[in-house]
């Protein structure tokens, strides 16, 4: 359902060019719960950006569910970023002046649906989450786990085939990240939504059903484990 080939992508500061990928190959298929391991600098965030439509590569090609992403304009990429993938961010992202209830029906506001479906969806989908009660909270009177628990939600409003979660826990204490991974491990069974996060943190990449490391801009290894 993804499938990324022979990916470059550079980047260039004044005199330094930095080489963030090179060469990446990749195929993802749809249901999948793949962790993207590797240290810091290792290319993680380029490599969900590009999966995610939010960067282009300079050369190789990426296939978004029958969709060639190279060579699409700039709106062509936002469609198919709206239409099929929803995002995780290590700092959450919230829009802090609203509501948990307000940070999630918004995308759904945006497309038009009525306010009664949308309401139906976002409290559904914040009790999925296990934040029932919470949903007139404002950001800021929710714990770090609370707040990437709605971002999850956000992510999944519009019921996307791929959610991308860059280092979803990497400001979470270790418990509450394992929570988090464990909530979007449920999602992942019960809707059969393809998930691939990133991390550094052994713990979490683990977690994964199958797990490809990243080193200096390389695939060094790609294993399926047991369930
Ligand atoms: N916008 C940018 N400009 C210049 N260099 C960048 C930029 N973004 C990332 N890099 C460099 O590209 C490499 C890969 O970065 P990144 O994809 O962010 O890795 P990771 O997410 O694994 O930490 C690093 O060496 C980083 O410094
Ligand atoms: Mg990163």
């Known amino acids: 359902m993804i499938a990324v080939n022979e990916v470059h992508k550079e980047y260039i500061d004044g005199e330094t060019h930095v080489r963030a990928l090179r060469g990446v190959s990749l195929k993802i298929e749809g249901g999948e719960f793949l962790s993207i391991a590797g240290?810091?600098?290792s290319g993680k965030t380029t490599l969900l950006n590009i999966i995610g439509c939010i960067d282009n590569a300079d050369s190789g090609d990426v296939d978004i569910?029958?969709?060639r992403?190279?060579?699409k304009s700039k709106k062509e990429l936002t469609e198919i970023r709206r239409a099929k993938i929803g995002f995780v961010f290590q700092s959450f992202n919230l829009i802090p002046v609203l509501t948990a209830y307000?940070?999630?029906s918004m995308a759904l506001s945006?497309?038009?649906v009525s306010d009664a479906e949308n309401r139906e969806r976002t409290m559904a989908l914040l009790a999925e989450v296990g934040l029932e009660g919470m949903e007139h909270r404002r950001p800021s009177r929710l714990s770090?786990?609370?707040q990437q628990r709605v971002a999850v939600a956000r992510a999944l409003i519009k019921d996307p085939l791929i959610v991308l979660a860059d280092e979803p826990t990497a400001n979470?204490?270790?418990?509450?990240?394992e929570a988090i991974l464990k909530l979007m491990k449920d999602i992942n069974r019960h809707r059969g939504t393809?998930?691939?996060f990133s991390t550094h943190d052994q713990m979490v990449m683990d977690y994964g059903d199958r797990l490809c490391r990243l080193h200096d801009g390389l695939i060094e290894s790609d294993e399926r484990r047991s369930a």
């Open 69 to 71: 992403v190279g060579g």
């Open 194 to 196: 393809t998930f691939i």
């Open 65 to 67: 569910d029958g969709d």
């Open 39 to 41: 240290p810091s600098g």
């Open 110 to 112: 945006l497309l038009g």
């Open 172 to 177: 979470l204490d270790s418990t509450t990240g």
């Open 144 to 146: 770090g786990g609370q």
């Open 102 to 104: 307000e940070n999630v």
